[in-house]
């Protein structure tokens, strides 16, 4: 993280191209926001944005919890650092 912002994100997902897609989405809306911005990213937005259908909906919630689950790993690591994170990039990174 630079100043406080996303730098670089990326997912492992197995899974349908609706998963891959909504993994895809996430990773690229958290870039350069924070990490509090990040977590106003819904499961709805990424679906309508790739047009999911209803049967769909569970792959762009899996990326929505990913999202969240990277936010809580980042911030124990932060906690484990006794402070803020470094200038040096941080990669947010979960599996999906």
């Excluded at 630079?2 to 997902?13: H, M, N």
Aim: aromatic share 4%.
């Amino acid at each position: 993280m630079e100043s406080g912002k996303i730098v670089d994100a990326c997912f492992k997902t197995f899974g349908c191209g609706s998963a891959i897609a909504s993994s895809s989405v996430a990773t690229e809306w958290v870039k350069g926001k924070s990490m509090d911005e990040v977590l106003t990213i819904k499961n709805t937005e990424i679906a309508k944005h790739l047009s999911l259908p209803p049967v769909k909906l569970h792959c762009s919630m899996l990326a929505e919890d990913a999202i969240k689950a990277a936010v809580k790993d980042a911030e124990a690591k932060r906690g484990q650092m006794n402070g803020p994170l470094k200038a040096s990039p941080t990669t947010m990174a979960a599996d999906v």
